[in-house]
């Protein structure tokens, strides 16, 4: 089996992307104790069924991503005590991040992404975390979020079910089991036939109605997510976003900050300048830059009336190469 489907397979990563990352740090292998250790030089080598693993690194293994890395360097250097927080992780995609205030002691982490399907299983199916999809960020607000939050702990029902007890009884139901009829026989109960045809045109409407998304619906909390409540504010606010500013995303987190709550998010200088000021792969070769970068991201805190504790390098690089930095903001209490 190629090796880093090996490693998903074997529960030592998450993903095929993680399980490549720790090849590149060192991943060994052998069939018995006596045997000696043999070396996984690329993601494609062949690892037998049954085979010991070893990983040379795991640090890797430790999040659903790189990301919990990162974050994890973050609240270091910043201090932030995470344990018994109510957390908002914006642009939580595979969930790196919520992953990593989770394993801090975070009490529920509400995740937003503009994407669909992307977070894993493991913390989709855990109760502290409430996932949403489809919801871009810059347009958030107080209300929207909680809009979105009802409906990711929730399923869609029909608002008035299908009747299946009161089904009109077919004529001559009765030859089903082989019956006869006599002059004793009671037709009287009988469903007509206008009564039947009706019955079949109301049932293809309905599926039809269904099929076409217009049948009415009532929203109804999902089996063991009766009791989650939606946080109206939060502690901590984190994010990892791609493709944007974060000055054009700030405005819409600023009011779902708890008072004397915390924001602390990645800054990727590459979508943060103009594009000629990026160099060749997107990476920001000009170290100037990043002083340019601190400058308005700061800025922007500072007009929404947030406190810059902090501007500090992220503990690992980008995937692409690119030096990131973490923002520590706090609003007034």
Not at 303 to 314: A, E, R, T
Request: net charge negative; charged share 25%; aromatic share 4%.
């Amino acid at each position: 089996m190629r090796a880093d489907v090996f490693l998903v397979e074997g529960g030592h990563a998450a993903t095929r992307s993680q399980a490549q990352r720790l090849i590149a740090a060192g991943v060994q292998w052998r069939l018995a104790s006596s045997l000696p250790w043999n070396r996984v030089a690329k993601n494609g080598d062949d690892i037998p069924a049954g085979a010991e693993l070893q990983l040379l690194d795991a640090a890797e293994a430790k999040y659903l991503s790189r990301g919990g890395l990162k974050l994890e360097g973050a609240l270091a250097a910043t201090g932030i005590q995470v344990a018994g927080l109510r957390c908002l992780d914006v642009g939580q995609s595979t969930g790196g991040f919520t992953d990593c205030l989770l394993q801090h002691g975070a009490a529920q982490v509400v995740g937003v992404d503009v994407g669909q399907g992307q977070l894993h299983e493991r913390l989709r199916a855990d109760p502290r975390v409430i996932g949403v999809e489809g919801l871009n960020a810059r347009h958030m607000t107080p209300e929207t979020l909680l809009e979105a939050c009802e409906e990711a702990l929730s399923e869609r029902v029909e608002a008035e079910p299908e009747d299946n007890d009161t089904q009109p009884e077919a004529p001559y139901a009765w030859m089903r089991n082989g019956g006869l009829v006599d002059d004793a026989y009671d037709d009287s109960q009988d469903a007509k036939e206008h009564e039947i045809e009706a019955f079949k045109a109301e049932r293809a409407t309905r599926a039809r109605e269904r099929a076409e998304g217009r049948l009415a619906t009532l929203r109804r909390r999902l089996p063991g997510r009766e009791d989650v409540a939606i946080p109206q504010a939060f502690g901590l606010v984190t994010g990892d976003l791609s493709f944007i500013s974060l000055t054009l995303v700030l405005p819409a987190l600023v009011p779902l900050l708890a008072p004397g709550g915390d924001l602390l998010m990645l800054v990727k200088p590459q979508f943060e300048l103009q594009p000629g000021q990026v160099g060749k792969g997107g990476i920001v070769r000009d170290a100037d830059l990043y002083a340019e970068v601190e400058r308005r991201i700061r800025a922007c805190c500072a007009d929404l009336g947030l406190q810059v504790i902090g501007w500090h390098g992220s503990a690992i690089q980008g995937g692409d190469g690119n030096r990131e930095f973490f923002i520590h903001a706090r609003r007034a209490a």
